[in-house]
């Protein structure tokens, strides 16, 4: 009898011991999946603002460029497939066209001196470029968090516990190879 009661203690020793390892674990995991998610939110946040502020961009171009409508329909069709992205990688995706598109807009002003000077133009402008910054840090921010998260999940024991309670690896936040190769813009700095 005093062997069972032994082994029921072992046993239950071991058992609590397992939980001392895997409950700090796990919820350590939740904590870092949440931050992953939090920062992830951020991207959302900017992302929504400049698709927001696009429209105003667009009306105040049309009203000084009412034929350039290929770049008009490529950045609405970009934010429409931005709006509609479901992963980081879709979104990175959709964000990569909708830059491009923006881009063709900029070389297009070129064009048209007296909207360079339009100060709703100006003004939108600026929101945008703050906007894009905004994007910037918080894709940094995400990928930290991604990288801290999968770390985590990666490293022995946090491997067998990610594994036994579902946590998964997080996709990066990632920029589009065409994204390298930005056009170069002159708002008019040197006229020569």
Known sequence: MRKGFLGIGIFIAILVLLL?????????????????????AQIE??????LDLIPNLVNTVKGYASHEEEVLTAIAD???????????????????????????????VENYPELKADQQFTQLMDELSGTENRISVARKDYNDQVAEYNKRIKRFPGVIIANVTGFDEKEYFEADPNAQQAPEVDFGGNDE
């Open 45 to 50: 946040n900017q992302l929504q603002r400049r």
């Open 78 to 108: 970009a934010r429409a497939r931005l709006a509609g992205a479901g992963s980081p990688e879709e979104e990175a995706t959709a964000n990569a066209e909708l830059s491009s598109a923006l881009s063709r807009l900029l070389v297009v």
């Open 20 to 40: 001392l390892m895997i409950v700090p674990s796990y919820n350590n995991f939740v904590s870092l999946e949440e931050s992953v998610d939090q920062s992830y």
